[in-house]
């Protein structure tokens, strides 16, 4: 190290901004940096329901999206916002597991930390949510 410091400082960079370069590099190497995506997708078990849903994996926030035929045009994705129970949670790591239930339109949103689920459907055109349960 004491080396590498010298070759820096020799090359015009000096020890603060050495350690400001050694610092860069630790948080660039870091598990947050090489952490997950900040949203999970999984889609609806019903078979014949082309809804997409999606969690904030940080805070439980749950959202949904489907495909709308659009007479004489492409068609549009239609956005579900969340709804009562579907908003942010305590600060955790949540996940988005369909169940097998093939005529099933709701999803399970578990939380990974505390073991806790509870079940995520559209209703009256927002994503609600029931309360958490272990």
Known sequence: MAALSED????????PAFAALLALGAVLASPL???????????????DLNRLYRVDRATGE??????QLK?????VTICFPAGE??????PSDYLLV?????????????NLRTGEMSV???FDDKVVCTPQAR
Request: a neutral charge.
């Open 8 to 15: 820096l400082e020799n090359a015009g960079l000096r020890r």
């Open 85 to 90: 129970g579907a908003g942010p949670q305590p």
């Open 71 to 75: 007479e004489g045009g492409v068609g």
């Open 33 to 47: 940096s090489a952490a997950a995506a900040p949203y999970e997708f999984a889609p609806a078990p019903q078979n």
């Open 98 to 110: 369909p169940s097998r239930h093939e005529r099933e339109g709701g999803i399970f949103r578990v």
């Open 120 to 122: 995520c459907y559209v």
């Open 62 to 67: 749950v959202g949904a999206c489907q495909f």
